[in-house]
Nanobody, 123 residues
Framework: VQLQASGGRLVQTGGSLRLSCAASGRTFSVKIMGWFRQTPGKEREFVTAISWSGVGTYYADSVKGRFTISRDNAKNTVYLEMNSLKPEDTAIYYC?????????????????WGQGTQVTVSS
């Protein structure tokens, strides 16, 4: 499975942004897709995830009510709608896909990773 993330850019505090993650390859094996983020010197942090069926969505407490994950299976694409952005949301955002059942918030549960897209929120 190959993942291509896009949409990151510089945005002001309070602004909105939509990230996209296009999946290709053996997508029939995917059970969960997620977004993680990372800043220099810190571990990769879970942001949100969605089951490939779309039945389940999961969010980190820090983004609940501000971020929304969705997917378009016809396009094999997952979206991350980010609203009310804060400077602490600044990070490289990675999309990821997993093919096995497990803890959706744990990075090791995801076998495939995109290249990351930079989101910078100015204060």
């Amino acid at each position: 499975v190959q993942l291509q993330a896009s949409g990151g850019r510089l945005v002001q505090t309070g602004g909105s942004l939509r990230l996209s993650c296009a999946a290709s390859g053996r997508t029939f094996s995917v059970k969960i897709m997620g977004w993680f983020r990372q800043t220099p010197g810190k571990e990769r942090e879970f942001v949100t995830a969605i089951s490939w069926s779309g039945v389940g969505t999961y969010y980190a407490d820090s983004v609940k009510g501000r971020f929304t994950i969705s997917r378009d299976n016809a396009k094999n694409t997952v979206y991350l709608e980010m609203n009310s952005l804060k400077p602490e949301d600044t990070a490289i955002y990675y999309c990821a896909a997993g093919s096995r059942n497990g803890v959706v918030t744990a990075a090791p549960n995801y076998s495939y990773w995109g290249q990351g897209t930079q989101v910078t929120v100015s204060s």
